[in-house]
């Protein structure tokens, strides 16, 4: 476990990386993190939750949580981590499944010196761009097992591209009896079920603070726009109704805020508080999301419906955050679980 950043140490990396994204609206991620030199603060949450949030701020399309969280995997497993600057992503969805790792149906079993792996895989982050994919898979007696392939472009793999509503990258995958070395199984056979929930919750983490830059960008919006919009001969900013809703509002924003870094923070506690924490932030996020996002979009009145203006995208991103891993019924469920 790395130092945690002092006060000055966290505005440095923040402003570093708020000047970045500035300067850069489509940066590419060997770019950002080779320009940057924060390879190593991928495997550090604290760190990962600043240039998170500075992320959603910018709402720019970088992998983060999907290569930290395959990073930190494949540390944990004892496996070779990929450069920094590559990307590394994880495939455990499957059509149908309802958040819970008990329901995956891939398969992989012993042929030879190898393996090979058969079943579907959904909604795979950055597929198409990865360097690696971590993929979960049944194996023996039923448990579940982590298995890295190096190319998502093999024999046996097909791929079917596409983007989600918030404009990222992503793939179902389909393995047909796909061919695997011995070594491609990493960590413990049967052992993945406790480092793919702990995985969950780190994702979650850096995805709620991805969400809080989110929010402070689309509240910062809407100020400035309710500033500039004149009804009557002033600024609809002026008007007390309005005054009202922009303070629930930041209000929102600030209850993300702080549950948001209390996941954070709770990601090395043990796993019924770390779950406890993480559910509770996603909850609230969920919650930000929408009344920041509606209300955002409504202040804009109909500008704020169009492609034209940036927030439809922060709100669309908001949406997707918002069921990343699990959606807030399972959340609760979790919590009620504990």
């Known amino acids: 476990m790395t130092a945690p950043l002092s006060d000055a140490e966290q505005v440095m990396l923040r402003d570093a990386v708020r000047t970045y994204l500035a300067k850069d609206d489509a940066p590419r991620w060997f770019d950002f993190i080779d320009r940057l030199g924060i390879g190593r603060a991928l495997l550090d949450a604290q760190q990962g939750a600043i240039i998170a949030e ?37 495939a455990w969805a499957e059509p149908g499944l309802r958040y819970d790792f008990a329901g995956i149906e891939t398969r992989a079993r012993r042929n030879g010196d190898g393996w090979r792996l058969e079943g579907t895989k959904a909604v ?17 007696g039923d448990g ?7 190319s998502a ?20 995958l389909i393995f047909e009896d796909h061919a695997l070395p ?10 993945a079920l406790d480092l793919l929930e702990e995985a969950r919750d780190r994702a979650l983490a850096l ?26 001969g002033q600024p609809i900013a002026g008007f007390q109704a309005l ?22 923070e709770a990601l090395d506690e043990r796993p019924a508080a770390r779950a406890r924490a993480v ?35 922060y709100v669309k991103r908001a949406m997707a955050i918002e069921v990343s891993w699990a959606d807030s019924d399972w959340h609760l469920a979790r919590i009620a679980g504990l």
């Open 124 to 140: 795979v982050d950055w597929a198409t761009e990865a360097d690696a994919l971590l993929v979960a898979a049944r194996t023996g």
């Open 207 to 232: 995805l709620a603070a991805e969400a809080v830059g989110l929010l402070d960008s689309l509240l910062e919006q809407t100020i400035a726009y309710t500033g500039q919009r004149r009804q009557f």
């Open 243 to 264: 005054q009202h809703r922009m303070v629930d509002m930041y209000l929102e924003c600030e209850l993300a805020r702080s549950s948001a870094w209390l996941a954070v």
């Open 153 to 172: 472009r093999t024999d046996g793999l097909r791929l079917s591209p596409y983007r989600t509503i918030d404009g990222h990258p992503a793939a179902d």
């Open 279 to 313: 559910s509770s932030a996603m909850v609230n996020i969920a919650r930000a999301c929408r009344l920041v996002g509606q209300e955002a979009i409504q202040l804009h009145g109909g500008m704020g419906m169009t492609d034209e203006l940036p927030i439809g995208h």
């Open 182 to 191: 011995d070594d491609a199984l990493i960590g413990p056979e049967c052992g």
């Open 54 to 90: 500075e992320i959603g701020r910018a709402r720019v399309h970088l992998p983060l949580a999907e290569v930290a969280t395959a990073a930190w995997l494949l540390d944990r497993c004892n496996a070779p981590v990929p450069p920094a600057t590559a990307i590394a992503t994880l």
């Open 144 to 150: 579940l097992s982590l298995f890295r392939i190096d």
